[in-house]
């Protein structure tokens, strides 16, 4: 078990600067995702913190002590790798005591070891067999178990449920949330998923261009994206943006000019706003209601019924596009003319630049 | 549909036909080992005679086969073995830890098979002799294992850029150092292609003539010396020279014959994974 700990890591690839100097302390049992788009680097990242690509510029500490000069094989920790990369040569069980074959333990440890961990994956059965017999699942079952097999310091995985099927998908993250807890060991994980992301991980690095974007719990960076980019990228369906000018300020609220007419009365963020200032309101489709009053007026473009709740794709006067949450019973219709109302505490503010106006007071966590 | 049977059947027909104007010679020679002299060289060529022995019997009163064969087998062995050896390593660097100028090179390794041996023969017979090289069996390994290197190098790169990278850095994350990276991972996992190599490069040193006839005498000397020793200045003696070069020729046909699942199944290593 180690803290991982990256100062100032840059990456390059030739001329190109992929990784532009990451901090970041990894504690100790804590199970961090780094999710992102692809090419955000978050694999790089994991690749250096294995030591299986080299780092331009900056230190990587694992425990405390430097490990950027160190090789990968003595670095102590295991991965997880998302096409498994399994030996195609050897069975299950060789496959998962290749590390204590090399490290020469004993024959009878290695099969005690092997057999204790095939106990815990539930795939005793499948020692003896090759990978070639083995389905998706199984493969990924076997390439976990051989990570470990190892009892490494920390676990690195690499999106190593993107090519699972949608099911197998929901039963692995419960899986290696459940193996989280009884091995208690470091876990980094890698993937674009935010939703592995948000159901696993304690804390969430998110990553855009090489940069880190915000670090925070999954309840955090979804109810505090510090950046566009962030608020965007975390939560299912994704937020509504909606272009917006400042009409007035008061003390306590702000009063906002939308694209298509329609104003809304927000909080007044710490940030001095002038009017006539271009932003843009965030509201999450949880925070829009259905109300023949609301500010918002559009027409119904889909819906999607997901049994307890539904999603209404509207499209606004202005053209712009809004995703809603409503009853699962709800008896509206593609086509109908609809009014939205802003739950106005609960919105977002993002300057022209993108990064988020916060509002006074602590930030309570919002329903 | 008939048409597709039609160019299949004219296909079959073209296979056979390249195939049977290939093997003619072999055939054709392994006959008039069984001729005698006078049969041997008549016109019109005789299809049917009657089969005798004397040509072998001949032959092997007057060199010592089995002497010219073990050199043979020393010799295209330990080559294959020396190229495998020098080539594994080669092959590895440059499939994994490609450079800039890795192409290059290897471009530039199979431009040497281009220059004919001859153009090198004065140099490198010069060489030999300084350094004792010539008829010794490891002069001639030294010589044969160098000029297969070229082909080794491609093909065994050519098997190695097959396997995964992360496969081998699954190894890595296992903590294998390279040279256990190379022996428990990769070289499993390319045996049927470096089987082929293997076999190919036999073959080919086997066959090998041009630095036998040259850097050999007796010592060293193998069965292409064996053959060309009939095509003697005492005028030809078809027959006998049929006869030597079928002595020369079965071993390697056989192995060949005995491999050839083998060497089928490594060169199609990459398209069947």
């Known amino acids: 078990m180690a803290t991982v700990e990256l ?37 790089t990242l994991l690749r250096m913190i294995a030591g299986l690509e080299q780092v331009t510029d900056g230190e990587v500490l694992i425990d405390g002590s430097p490990a950027q000069d160190v090789p990968p094989a003595k670095r102590g920790l295991a991965m997880v790798f998302q096409s498994y990369a399994l030996y195609p040569h050897m069975t299950v069980a060789e496959n998962m005591s290749f590390s204590l074959r090399l490290s020469g333990a004993s024959k009878a440890e290695r099969e005690q070891k092997v057999r204790a961990v095939a106990r815990i994956l539930e ?30 310091k920390a676990f690195l995985m690499d999106e190593p449920l993107s090519n699972l099927d949608a099911a197998l998908q929901g039963q692995m993250r419960l899986e290696l949330a459940r193996l989280h807890r009884e091995l208690n060991t470091t876990m980094i994980y890698v993937t674009h998923d935010q939703l592995e992301a948000m159901t696993m991980a304690d804390r969430i690095v998110v990553l855009n261009e090489g940069n880190v974007e915000q670090l925070g719990s999954p309840l955090e960076l979804y109810q505090h994206p510090a950046t566009f980019f962030v608020a965007g ?28 007419g329609a104003s809304v009365v927000v909080p007044r963020p710490l940030q001095e706003l002038k009017g006539g200032e271009k932003i843009r309101l965030g509201v999450r489709a949880e925070h829009l209601a259905l109300e023949p009053e609301g500010d918002l007026r559009g027409e119904i473009e889909a819906l999607e019924h997901l049994g307890p709740r539904a999603y209404i794709h509207a499209r606004l006067a202005d053209g712009a596009r809004l995703v809603a949450q409503t009853d699962g019973d709800t008896q509206a219709r593609p086509g109908d003319r609809v009014a939205f109302r802003v739950r106005s505490e609960a919105t977002h503010l993002f300057n022209a630049s993108g990064k ?3 509002r006074p007071g602590p930030q309570t966590p919002l329903s | ?31 008039c080992s069984f001729k005698t002299e006078i049969a041997a060289v008549a016109v019109p060529p005789k299809l049917f005679f009657r089969p005798t022995l004397e040509n072998y019997y001949a032959v092997l009163q007057r060199a010592d086969y089995l002497a010219f064969a073990r050199n043979s087998v020393l010799v295209s062995l330990g080559s294959t073995l020396l190229a495998l050896a020098l080539a594994i390593p080669a092959a590895y660097s440059m499939a994994f830890f490609p450079t800039r100028r890795t192409r290059d090179i290897l471009l530039w390794m199979l431009s040497t098979k281009m220059l004919p041996a001859v153009g090198v023969l004065v140099p490198i017979y010069l060489l030999w ?4 090289l010539l008829d010794t069996v490891f002069g001639l390994i030294l010589i044969d294992s160098i000029s297969v290197l070229p082909i080794v190098v491609w093909m065994l790169f ?26 428990h991972v990769l070289l499993p996992l390319c045996t049927p292609g470096i089987a082929a190599t293997a076999l190919l490069s036999i ?29 003697s200045p005492e005028g030809l003696f078809w027959a006998k020279l049929s006869a030597a070069s079928t002595l020369s020729i079965a071993p390697i046909l056989i192995f060949g014959w005995m491999s050839q699942r083998q060497m089928v199944r490594g060169l199609s290593f990459g398209a069947v994974k």
């Open chain 2, 158 to 183: 050519s098997f190695f850029r097959e396997v995964p990278a992360v496969i081998l850095e699954a190894s890595r994350m296992d903590g294998a150092t390279q040279t256990e990276e190379l022996l």
């Open chain 2, 1 to 31: 549909m008939r048409r597709i049977r039609q160019t299949r059947w004219g296909l079959a027909v073209a296979v056979w036909a390249i195939a049977l104007g290939m093997f003619f010679p072999i055939l054709w020679m392994f006959l």
């Open chain 1, 7 to 43: 100062r100032n890591v840059r990456k390059q690839f030739g001329n190109h600067e992929v990784i532009h100097g990451i901090d970041l302390l990894i504690q100790d049992h804590e199970f961090i995702a780094f999710v992102g788009p692809s090419g955000c680097g978050k694999s």
């Open chain 1, 233 to 260: 990228f975390i939560g299912a369906p994704k937020m509504n943006f909606l272009d917006a000018e400042v009409k007035s300020v008061s003390e306590q609220s702000l009063t906002l000019a939308l694209a298509g």
């Open chain 1, 123 to 152: 795939m005793e059965p499948l020692l003896e067999r090759k990978p070639s017999q083995l389905s998706g699942g199984q493969l990924q079952r076997v390439a976990i178990g051989r990570a470990m097999v190892r009892q490494p």
């Open chain 2, 203 to 231: 073959i080919l040193c086997w066959n090998e003539a041009f630095w036998s006839l040259n850097l050999t005498t007796v010592k060293a000397a193998t069965l292409t010396n064996f053959t060309a020793s009939f095509s």
């Open chain 2, 129 to 132: 002799r300084d350094l004792g």
């Open chain 1, 356 to 358: 988020a106006l916060t």
